[in-house]
């Protein structure tokens, strides 16, 4: 294989996309299925899904959401009943109508989302506020027909996230919890994953359709795109009127339920993977790599390995012994320099060498993947390898945030916001909250309003667009 | 509220089924959802799949397979290329024929099981003998459309499962995983599950279609019936040469992979509640149950309310702090009884009652679920309650054991056979290995060969239907 073959052949500078696709398929996170929009998560992309998956469970469960299981189909009868929202995934829904030879009289949609299903199931489940808060989460996939070209993670037809559904007793517990869920995904998503995001409201006109609002995240991807990193919802009473989710008070009168939904996706490995990734492939932060170290011994004879391996055996226990996710290329006939590559592409945080020299001087040599610095540390301090993994982690977060800001313009002028706009980034530009304008600067320069950050609205701005009195200072921006 | 309508309405005894449908409905584990065929898993009932779930992944993890994902969706010119298989699964495929209002030229199977998709990319991913063995399992869904009655989680047209495909350069080598893999199942079973099962391989006529033998691990129900618990399959290289799975051997030379797939499926869950489950419900296993013991504080005034919560917290605590999953049951308006009677049903197995003259005596109250005992258990010895779950667990594989060994029968006699097969059971009764044999009983009594042990081959008996030398000493029973 020559190296063109087993390296990203392009720069993240000059083909952003073409080098998103590379690396996750040369990193083995992924490939394409057999059918169009399709993608399959190999055991390394999966490793990073269940470690947010597990991150989750623990917030969740803490804060009182069980797990719980629905079923794909859904029929057709039953997801138009709550009539904007139908109206909405309509066009993308994939339709079961035979099993077998035998054709379906209610042709059956595979789940967009379950919020119909749901509220169906909660509607028998709850009948008095003892039965409140009901808090339940669902992993399980999405399918919506995707026809534009697949993205692996960021645009497929099916696509793994979680969906939560909570029923309240009250408006003022609902949108309490769409909140508090708001602050778990972003927590996760910058601890975890060291992408910053901005929290705050869609506009009506980008809000979930059905919700009475939509809370949102956002990234900026370092090609200057947008990037939508999960929503929390506020329904109100709209589904719980067509759905009948009502509870008898403790004075025994009847009343609709107050609800929320909220979901995060696998797009979250495709954000993490652009924000971070560079011309030798995928960096992964520290806290989700299914592999944090890897140990590569090097030696050239017998003799040389008989001095190497026991020690290598040694590291490798001790930090196993402390929960590091580690493993040892002892791989024959290929060379360090092959290995270091292979690591690399697998975004490995960090690497170990050791030679015979490395013996005699009782020290290793680490290198970083992310910022590929390289230092030596003697055998004694080995354990100080948990400190830098964590430093890693904090230091990525940090270049991401600088990125970020950099990334972020204050704007007031619309010609200025016309002309800068293709370079992409983050547009902070008053606006007077009519849905006018908001289509008008779409039409005119491709930028949405991504989020409304919380504290930037009752500005005494003009709006960017048509000069009256502004409302808020939402993001601008060219999304995904 | 009336009694009839919170507890269960018929014995177990008396009509199994309905006994049993009542006990997953009123133990709130599972509900119908609006498609006949499909069910939903509440909390409760998602939380034992979790743990089954956890347990798994760390056996499936020593033994270095890692999980990954695959989509729903199959295309049919995919699912047809083993065609034996295909046969096998067509009349309960689900079709998805449009996405929106455009019509899929190949339709698009909801996915019955994965061999063909996984062995599509496997045979992408597989070029040399370094990247084998490759061991790869899927938490996912099957679909398979059920024209039967729904009963939830025995007979629904979609159902979780896991199912696990490993590829491996030798025979040898992939005949030791299928075993492995049995063992696996069959110590999950039994420890986790408290239900004792029998392994051994499938019979031509019952093994999986594409496979060249299947390995089972086979239960009695309390009715009688037997129930396949979970298979492993060794499938040659029936499927690596359709779908082009082959390595190239250090010595350069390219050999078709031999192949395993093995599966288990929320049927387990079925088994437990039929094997534990009693007149007041759901008994559950401690090692699965999401809640393992459950205080119920009892006063009848303030004062009481004061001494008694104090010591109630302490308890919790300190159990907490053992890992044990604990919870407090002091809803206010509800009597102790109808406590009682709601954790009976929900198959909690320990309940510890605490009143204020349990405080006076320093001890506190524990019944067990599984044989309704109550013992009294001194403040000091609090966490002498870890040794009681673990002796609960115990019992309750051994009194599996014993039913099992109960309704176990060996008989040479086929008059004898005929006559007792009306009463459930196993029948170890001795096959000379034709498939005439086996359809004639079937034909004539109902009963299939579930299994046949593995050591019960080559004996010197006479098949119980046609006299000749039998083979083997097959399990025969009605199943489910
Ligand atoms: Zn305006
Ligand atoms: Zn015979």
Redesign the interface.
């Known amino acids: 294989m020559s190296k063109e073959d087993v390296g990203i052949t392009v720069s993240k500078k000059d083909d952003f996309s073409e080098w998103y696709t590379q690396v996750v398929l040369k990193a083995k996170l992924a490939?394409y299925?057999?059918?169009k929009g399709?993608?399959?998560?190999?055991?390394d992309?999966?490793?990073i899904?269940?470690s947010l998956k597990n991150t989750f469970d623990k917030k969740f469960a803490k804060n009182g959401i069980?797990?719980?299981?629905?079923?794909?189909?859904?029929?057709e009868s039953?997801l138009g009943k709550e009539q904007k929202h139908f109206a909405g995934f309509?066009?993308?829904?994939?339709?079961?109508?035979?099993?077998?030879?035998?054709e379906i009289g209610d042709r059956?949609a595979?789940r967009p989302t379950s919020e119909t299903?749901a509220y169906?199931?909660y509607s028998?489940?709850i009948q008095s506020w003892?039965d409140l808060p009901l808090k339940?989460n669902f992993w399980n996939?999405a399918?919506r027909?995707e026809i534009k070209a697949t993205k692996p993670f960021l645009r497929t037809?099916?696509f793994?996230w979680q969906e939560g559904h909570t029923v309240h007793t009250t408006q003022e517990e609902a949108e309490k919890e769409v909140m508090k869920i708001l602050e778990i995904y972003k927590n996760t998503v910058e601890e975890e994953l060291a992408i910053p995001v901005t929290t705050g409201k869609k506009s009506e006109k980008e809000k979930f359709v059905g919700a009475v609002y939509t809370t949102t995240m956002e990234s900026i991807m370092p090609d200057g795109k947008a990037l939508q990193m999960g929503t929390s919802h506020f329904l109100g009473q709209n589904f719980s009127k067509p759905f009948e989710v009502k509870f008898a008070d403790k004075d025994n009168v009847e009343h609709f339920a107050w609800q929320t939904s909220w979901g995060v996706s696998w797009r979250l490995i495709g954000a993490m993977i652009m924000a971070h990734g560079d011309d030798q492939g995928l960096v992964l932060p520290p806290k989700v790599a299914p592999t944090q170290v890897v140990i590569v011994p090097i030696y050239k004879n017998d003799e040389g390995r008989d001095k190497v391996i026991p020690k290598v055996k040694e590291i490798q226990e001790k930090l196993e012994s402390k929960d590091i996710r580690i493993q040892v290329d002892d791989?024959q006939g290929l060379s360090p320099g092959y290995k270091f590559n292979d690591w690399e592409m697998k975004g490995v945080p960090m690497r170990i060498e050791i030679g015979p020299k490395d013996i005699e001087k009782q020290s290793v040599v680490i290198a970083k993947r992310y910022n590929r610095e390289k230092l030596n540390l003697e055998f004694n301090n080995i354990e100080k390898i948990i400190t830098i993994l964590d430093e890693i982690q904090k230091n990525m977060l940090e270049n991401a945030q600088i990125q970020s800001k950099e990334n972020t313009k204050n704007i007031l002028d619309y010609a200025e916001f016309k002309s800068k706009i293709e370079d992409g980034g983050f547009f902070n530009a008053p606006w007077c909250g009519k849905l006018e304008c908001e289509e008008k600067i779409k039409e005119e320069t491709g930028a949405d309003i991504r989020v409304i950050p919380f504290g930037s609205e009752n500005t005494d701005s003009k709006c960017i667009y048509c000069g009256e009195q502004s409302q808020s200072v939402p993001v601008f921006a060219r999304g995904y």
Chains 1, 2 share one sequence.
């Open positions: 490939d299925a057999p059918v399709l993608i399959v998560l190999r055991p992309g999966y490793s899904w269940e069980r797990n719980g299981f629905l079923p794909v189909l859904i029929p039953l309509n066009p993308e829904v994939f339709w079961v109508t035979h099993s077998g030879t035998n059956l595979l299903l169906t199931l028998k489940w003892r339940i996939t399918l027909a037809s099916e793994l791989r």
